[in-house]
């Protein structure tokens, strides 16, 4: 059992959503802070991952698994515009899951050399509850169909052959042209169907040596499906109408049918056997297998994790939290045809009689010798115990009669006695109000008489009363009455030793008398063929005997009692004889004496009575407790009785299916033996005629002592075959575990080297890139530490342009007061003056141009050894000479404009004019300083620009760089498999033609062989079948015989001890009875 793989993929945020974003995800769990809800999942993956890590979580397993035979199925499952195409189909630069599975499909059976595939694809959709073939489109509203072959499969699916990846994704591509696409408010190209693209995979052994239609091994098919579900939406949000509003609905509907679906698995109702509705959604139910089935399944969950989708996000958690809960139960799925079985249990019989072969014989028969010792032992231990059963039971009969007898006799006396004492009563009564007589009378001596004649002869013999021989004649003198009173007196202790001499005198019967009487059930009938039916009668057997025991034990206890009440009965009858002789008698005597006497006789039977109402007593509480013994052992038994019946219909059950299948493969092995000998030839028949001859007369032998030990094997066969079948699920449960340990070893060690060589690879790319990253560290300091000192130097250029500004500005106050000052006379002076220091400041104008050059080209120069590619070179030297051009074209506009200014100054001469001049001139030079500032500022941006735009064409070029060596290197490997596909492509036409030749020589040896293969076929296929059949006979009884015997022995061994215990047990409680 399997639970469900669920993972959660966020789809990336732009900034504003993510930083209103209400969720939080730490490690593998999303939550709401300052909620008490919390979702944790298998895995959760953040904005920043890719396709490829959210593929090698789970599906890739799934991918392996699904090539060893087991179903496995993978779907996205989220809202509308979360991502679930893009992880499921990917994209040029970034491929999905499903191109990656096809991939890594294709790569694993390539790997597998040992089996043979055959894939096919199909590719479908589920639009407004229609089913619709992708890669037939003209097939539409197909129908669900169930079986038991292929289970729930839709009839008219067309299934494409695939033999590489590039053809399933170039269908899965024509597919995805027909697939229902629209466009809403919240995705331009939002899925409005859900697709199913499925893989079947079959797979079988290679066989080389034989001809490929003779091959019989199992087919393993196995269904690889991968569902791309459209997403849940709410009108309102996108704005559907119409057709899209219809489309939407239905996805709704059928999302939700799902969701019921897990939640019903999630409760376990239907391991409860309560109803989950596959059936109310076609989505549901062709996923119905993945979901709690026979399939190994894994979830992606697509979130945005943005505040306005909170609700849309927190259902589809809900949704894989609860599928969290459902389990799985993934199998091989295998196709086993009656050939494939039949060459199965040919290889286990090989194996077993390769191990009988290597098995010595001598050392096995020594073991059957013992064997039959101990079981000859055993059956003599069973006939004596039978024999000493027997008597016994006899005894008991006999005992059973006598104590009948008695009980009859018993019965008729007490009956006698009770009639006696009612009429004598009666007679009292009646008499009561007469007067009576001193002297004996005819009615006394008549009822003294009748209580006389009515007395047992046994009470008689040991009960003889006194007054026979006063009844009759004269009376008797006072001293021998005296002399009779002190007999009187020891007549309770002669009354005692009677009442014990009754006791002694009264012989128990035997238990074994009572079992006529007693017994109630019918013995059941024996069969003489199987040893479990005699087991079962023994146990009834003992069953009875504990019965016979306990009715035995309760008959004698009631027969001790009735003989103690009627002993008691006796005792009171004879006080009131004696008393009512002795007051008829003796009237005339003193009342006084006469009283005395019987107040003596009556505490002696009270004394009596008591002595025997506590035995009674004694009798009674024993008689309790070996009834309540016997109900446990009653119960005991019955219990060994209903476990008995219980282990003999499970090794019935097991010997009927033990003998079918020794049938089965002996018919196998005849037919495949018979087969062989036909192929053999002609001398090697010879040979085996002489060796088949001398073998019939051994096994003729050897049936000849088979026959003389089958008596005993048919009682050992049962309980052998058990143990025999025990062993053989162990040693393939051994072998199982011995190559499973061995896989997990071998794939152990080779991701131990494959993690070994990744380490290292790892290790020195750590080591590059740390090298890397320190000489790109010192480079930036480099350039900052450039960049400070450039800083500082044109901040001190610019204090300087400042500090010259101010001198201008002095010099031009200064002349302009000298200007006002001076006359006309001194005008030309002045001119001169002027000319002169407006040549300097031109100089000075020139040499402040010559240093704004130099830092401009300092600057570049900088810039260019940034920049590594030539292009970017070139924009900033054309750059630089625009730059320089206009430097040049308002050189020469400020030359123009002194030249100006001069003419003006010299043509005029008032000092308004030359006030002016100055003062333009001022303004002139603080706009070009303006907009040389502003075009450096620019400069430094474009360069800024051009940095990363050189950056970004670098990282281009890298991985174009990889694409080719990737492609270049997939080209050296589909051009290595071409060379080697040819090769083997001519290598097979060669063997194709040997083999031609090769049948063509057969079929003429055929023809010359066949005219003498028909006689002896005949006499071969009878050999060989007697031969066959003679060998898997014996074959089979010494590896029946070597596992079962041992069992054998210690089974009876337990049963004998058993047996002893019981009988120890029985006679221990015969002898307390």
Not at 237 to 251: F, Q
Not at 425 to 431: E, G, I, L, P, T
Request: net charge negative; with cysteine.
């Amino acid at each position: 059992m399997e639970r469900i793989h669920v993972t959660v993929r966020a789809r990336p945020l732009s900034a504003e959503d993510s930083k209103t974003s209400p969720w939080r995800i730490s490690g593998n769990s999303v939550f709401i802070p300052n909620h008490s809800t919390k979702f944790e999942f298998d895995r959760i993956f953040g904005e920043d991952c890719k396709t490829e890590e959210v593929y090698k979580a789970r599906t890739k397993e799934i991918v392996a698994a699904a090539v060893r035979g087991f179903n496995g199925t993978v779907f996205a499952y989220g809202q509308t515009n979360s991502g679930k195409t893009h992880t499921m189909r990917g994209s040029a630069s970034e491929p999905g899951v499903i191109p990656l599975a096809v991939h890594d499909l294709f790569d694993i059976i390539q790997e597998d050399t040992d089996r043979e595939f055959l894939l096919r694809m199909s590719y479908m959709e589920i639009y407004n509850e229609d089913i619709n073939d992708l890669l037939a489109p003209e097939h539409r509203k197909l129908q669900i169909h169930e079986n038991l072959e292929r289970g729930i499969y839709v009839a008219g699916l067309r299934e494409e052959i695939v033999a590489s990846p590039q053809q399933v994704l170039d269908l899965m591509q024509f597919g995805e042209s027909h697939r229902h696409i629209g466009e809403t408010n919240m995705n331009v190209y939002s899925s409005r169907s859900h697709t199913i693209f499925r893989m079947i995979i079959e797979s079988r052994k290679r066989t080389e040596d034989e001809d490929i239609g003779s091959t019989c091994d199992a087919v393993r098919v196995s269904v690889l499906n991968l569902v791309d579900l459209a997403g849940s939406e709410r009108a309102a949000k996108t704005g559907a109408e119409g057709v899209r509003l219809k489309e939407g609905s239905h996805i709704n509907k059928s999302l939700m049918t799902l969701g019921t679906v897990i939640k019903k698995l999630s409760e376990g109702a239907e391991s409860q056997g309560g109803h989950v509705p596959y059936r109310d959604s076609k989505l549901t139910r062709i996923l119905q297998p993945a979901l709690g089935g026979n399939a190994n399944t894994a979830i992606i969950c697509n979130i945005t994790l943005a505040q306005i989708h909170t609700d849309e996000t927190k259902s589809s958690l809900q949704f894989a939290s609860r599928a969290l809960r459902v389990t799985n139960c993934a199998h091989v799925n295998e196709i086993l045809t009656d050939a494939a079985l039949l060459k199965r249990q040919k290889k286990e019989i090989e194996e077993l009689r390769a191990k009988l072969q290597g098995s010595h014989s001598e050392h096995l028969e020594e073991e059957i010798l013992n064997l039959r010792n101990t079981l000859l032992q055993s059956e003599l231990e069973r006939e004596r115990i039978a024999l000493e059963l027997e008597e016994e039971k006899r005894a008991q009969a006999e005992r059973e009669k006598v104590l009948q007898e008695q009980a009859k006799k018993i019965k008729n006396l007490s009956s006698m006695v009770l009639h006696s004492n009612r009429d004598e009563n009666r007679d009292q009564q009646k008499k009561g109000k007469r007067r009576d007589t001193w002297c004996p009378g005819e009615l006394s001596r008549q009822a003294v008489q009748e209580m006389m004649d009515t007395n047992i002869p046994s009470r008689a013999s040991s009960i003889k009363p006194m007054k026979g021989s006063r009844d009759m004649g004269p009376l008797i003198p006072f001293d021998e009455l005296v002399t009779e009173t002190e007999v009187g007196a020891d007549s309770p202790q002669q009354d005692e030793n009677c009442s014990n001499n009754t006791l002694e005198d009264c012989t128990l019967p035997d238990p074994c008398t009572l079992l006529h009487v007693t017994n109630r059930r019918k013995v059941p009938l024996r069969k003489k063929s199987l040893l479990e039916d005699n087991e079962l009668v023994e146990m009834q057997a003992e069953y009875e005997e504990l019965l016979l025991k306990f009715e035995t034990q309760r008959t004698l206890t009631d027969i001790q009692i009735d003989c103690l009440t009627r002993q008691l009965a006796e005792a009171e009858l004879y006080s009131s004889d004696t008393y009512n002789d002795f007051s008829t008698s003796h009237c005339y005597r003193s009342s006084n004496y006469a009283d005395k006497n019987v107040s003596l006789r009556e505490l002696e039977a009270i004394h009596v009575i008591k002595q025997l109402q506590e035995k009674i007593k004694t009798l009674e509480a024993e008689k309790c407790s070996s009834q309540q013994n016997l109900n446990s052992v009653v119960e005991l038994a019955t219990e060994q009785n209903i476990c008995a019946r219980q282990k003999l219909e499970e090794l019935h059950e097991e010997l009927k299916s033990a003998r079918e299948e020794a049938k089965v493969t002996c018919e196998q092995l005849a037919l495949k033996e018979s087969a062989r000998v036909i192929d053999v030839t002609l001398d090697s028949e010879i040979k085996l005629s002489m060796e088949i001859q001398d073998i019939v007369s051994e096994v003729q032998n050897s049936r000849k002592v088979v026959d003389t030990l089958s008596s005993l094997l048919d009682e050992v066969f049962q309980s052998l075959s058990t143990i025999f079948d025990v062993f053989n699920d162990f040693k393939a449960f051994a072998c199982e575990s011995s190559q499973k340990q061995k896989l997990i070893i071998g794939n152990h060690e080779t991701l131990y080297c494959h993690t070994r060589q990744k380490i290292a690879d790892i290790e020195n790319e750590k080591l590059l890139l740390y090298n890397q990253s320190i000489e790109l560290r010192k480079e930036t300091l480099e350039l900052r530490h450039d960049a400070q000192n450039y800083e500082e130097s044109l901040r001190s250029i610019s204090k300087l342009q400042e500090l010259e500004k101010e001198e201008f500005l002095s010099q031009i106050q200064s002349l302009e007061k000298e200007i006002s000052c001076l006359s006309s006379c001194s005008l030309a002076k002045e001119k001169d003056n002027l000319r002169k220091d407006i040549e300097k400041t031109k100089v000075k104008l020139k040499e402040t141009e010559f240093k704004l050059k130099s830092v401009i080209q300092e600057k570049t120069k900088l810039e260019g050894e940034k920049a590594f590619a030539e292009k970017e070179i070139k924009r900033l030297n054309g750059q630089n000479t625009r730059l320089e051009r206009d430097i040049s074209k308002r050189e020469s506009l400020a030359v123009r404009r002194r030249d100006s200014v001069a003419d003006r100054s010299s043509k005029v001469l008032d000092p308004k004019k030359s006030k002016g001049l100055a003062s333009s001139l001022e303004f002139t030079m603080q706009e070009d300083y303006r907009k040389l500032e502003v075009l450096a500022f620019e400069m430094e941006t474009t360069i800024a620009s051009l940095e990363e735009e050189v950056a970004d064409a670098q990282n281009e070029k890298e991985e174009a760089i990889f694409r080719n060596d990737t492609l270049t290197l997939e080209l050296e490997n589909l051009t290595e498999k071409l060379k080697i596909s040819v090769a083997e492509f001519h290598v097979l036409q060669e063997e194709v033609a040997c083999l031609r030749k090769r049948l063509e020589e057969s079929t003429l040896n055929q023809q010359m062989m066949e005219s003498s293969i028909k006689v002896l076929v005949q006499e071969k296929e009878v050999l060989a079948m007697q031969l066959t059949d003679s060998l898997l006979e014996m074959e089979e009884e010494k590896a029946i015989w070597s596992a079962k015997e041992k069992a054998s022995i210690e089974t009876i061994e337990a049963k004998t001890n058993v047996n002893k215990m019981e009988i120890a047990s029985v006679s221990k409680a015969l002898v307390e009875v």
